[in-house]
């Protein structure tokens, strides 16, 4: 990709972004961070995710 490629990519979603209401950027951006995974499950994976899991059912 050529630089002037990416520098028209990237205004263009810039602007696509301004354009939006505050409202409809605030749901999205809402939205996006209910979508992630927790963190255990982000930096290490699945193992911790289980043992934790694993250790609570026992309690």
Not at 7 to 15: A, M, R, S
Request: charged share 35%.
């Amino acid at each position: 990709m050529k630089t002037n490629d990416y520098v028209k990519y990237i205004t263009q979603t810039f602007v696509k972004y301004i354009d939006q209401p505050k409202d409809e950027r605030r749901k999205q951006r809402i939205e996006r961070k209910d979508s992630r995974a927790s963190f255990l499950f982000r930096w290490f994976g699945i193992i911790p995710y289980v043992l934790f899991s694993f250790m609570k059912k026992k309690k």
